[in-house]
């Protein structure tokens, strides 16, 4: 062996998913570096579990109504993070939407939970300085939308930490990559099996994708424009951090026209694929006019 | 009506065929990895009848293969591999068991993601044309790293469970 760094990639079956980790650096470091981001990432599903009846999710569903409930500062942070999202998009990112996927059957129903109030919204959450977390009205959070990327950046730092010259993290499709190697990536089409859409490297970046499932939304193009007009079928983004991009898939799946606001206000670019068609909006990009 | 004027044609961007396949650790690798240094035996099984249907019946999960890879551990504790299809992909993963039976860990050994139109397009087909066994096969050359709808992991849950029933029904 004439080269002193080596790698070592591993996947486990983790929040509800496949997280794939892969580090680079140091032979010594990297079994330590690689169990070091496994346990950063099952940390996270147990504190944001919605299934987990012990998690701090299902404690704040079923006590933050009545008393300020005290959580692990990574729920805090998500938090706080989910509530920058939702004012920049308007509240169209919103972890209290809970309620709606209970009654559509997305997650289970919680026998004693309160009863969520219809007009319970994110700024209803309560995020007091000490660390404790309150509702002001009657609701129900679920952290699905943005837990996964936070989880991938958790990874990420752990690895690090443990000594990794460089980490890439995938957690089913929620991806970030850190220190300086570049990773090539492909986005799976959303509509059409066995297609891939090339998306060139990451490198010191995150990138995340949602796709809005069900039914194809049909042909539906603005000719002019040479653009979907419809909702996309499925979105990509690209941002610092994976929880940020992680949760600016699902603004832009709900409201695409509000891209360049949105991705402006985090550095973020994003893709959205509408059949054939691949457009982008890169607002830190050069747009002329 | 969304306001779409932002975002503009990426009209290069490459929409490709391609299967999508990982080998992330070989048997004994795997086994380094859950039971470090320990040596490991081989248990020859072949699941009965009866034993397979209170294996389905336990885990409500099928029970394809009659002869599941089992090894004991010196000191105790199981490792086997097993391996689940979902619809597009195929799984193998080992599970090691505790000596009380719980599940100590469990790593993915390998990872394949394909689809049935792959298998009937000619270009797809043709990159094996000429290969023979010596000729490492390897799918991964293009697509490394897949984002995309997420693909959950029910399929291995399913499978846990089913190795749990063994355990229970054949190995205890």
Same mark, same amino acid.
């Given at each position: ?22 580090? @680079? ?25 919605? @299934? ?133 990536? @492909?986005?799976? @089409? ?100 | ?35 470090? &240094? ?14 397979? *249907? ?65 298998? *009937? ?32 992991? *029910?399929?291995?849950?399913? &499978? =846990?469970? *089913? =190795? ?9």
């Amino acid at each position: 062996m004439t080269s002193r760094s080596s790698s070592l990639r591993r996947a486990r079956p983790l929040l509800g998913t496949i997280v794939e980790v892969s580090v @680079h650096g140091r032979p010594s470091s990297l079994a330590h570096a690689l169990e070091a981001a496994f346990a950063a990432v099952a940390a996270v599903h147990r504190l944001m579990s919605f @299934h987990d009846a012990a998690s701090d999710v299902s404690r704040l569903n079923r006590d933050a109504l009545h008393a300020p409930v005290r959580v692990d500062p990574r729920t805090w942070s998500v938090l706080a993070a989910a509530r920058r999202v939702s004012a920049a998009s308007s509240g169209l990112f919103d972890v209290t939407v809970a309620a709606l996927l209970q009654r559509w059957g997305h997650l289970p129903a919680r026998a004693g939970a309160p009863r969520p109030d219809s007009r319970a919204n994110w700024q209803d959450i309560e995020l007091a300085a000490n660390g404790t977390v309150r509702f002001r009205r009657p609701l129900t959070i679920d952290l699905g939308g943005i837990a996964k990327g936070f989880a991938v950046d958790e990874a990420i730092g752990a690895a690090r930490d443990a000594g990794a010259e460089s980490v890439f993290v995938n957690a089913g499709g929620d991806m970030r990559v850190s220190g300086g190697r570049a990773e090539r990536v @492909h986005v799976r @089409h959303p509509m059409r099996s066995g297609r891939w859409i090339d998306s060139g490297f990451l490198r010191e970046a995150a990138l995340a994708s949602s796709s809005a499932g069900g039914v194809p939304p049909g042909p539906h193009v603005d000719p002019r424009r040479r653009c979907p007009a419809a909702a996309f079928d499925g979105v990509t983004v690209r941002a610092r951090t994976c929880m940020i991009a992680d949760a600016l898939t699902k603004v832009m799946l709900a409201a695409p026209g509000l891209a360049p606001e949105v991705l402006g206000a985090f550095n973020a670019e994003a893709f959205a694929v509408s059949g054939d068609r691949v457009v982008a909006c890169r607002p830190g990009v050069a747009r002329a006019a | 009506m969304h306001r779409l004027s932002a975002w503009t044609l990426l009209p290069a961007a490459a929409i490709v065929t391609s299967a999508y396949a990982t080998t992330y650790l070989t048997v004994e690798e795997a086994q380094g990895a859950i039971f470090p &240094g320990a040596k490991l035996v081989p248990v020859p099984l072949t699941l009965t009848d009866a034993q397979v *249907r209170e294996i389905e019946k336990r885990a409500d999960v099928s029970v394809r293969n009659r002869e599941p890879r089992v090894w004991r551990v010196d000191g105790g504790g199981l490792f086997i591999v097993d391996e689940v299809l979902g619809k597009h992909e195929f799984i193998t993963y080992a599970i090691g068991l505790n000596p009380d039976g719980t599940v100590r860990a469990i790593e993915v050994m390998d990872y394949r993601e394909s689809y049935g139109y792959e298998i *009937r397009h000619e270009a797809w087909r043709r990159q094996f044309v000429g290969k023979t066994a010596a000729d490492p096969l390897k799918l991964d050359r293009d697509i490394k790293n897949i984002s995309g709808a997420t693909l959950s992991c *029910r399929h291995i849950a399913d &499978g =846990v469970k *089913r =190795v749990l029933a063994t355990y229970d029904v054949a190995l205890k």
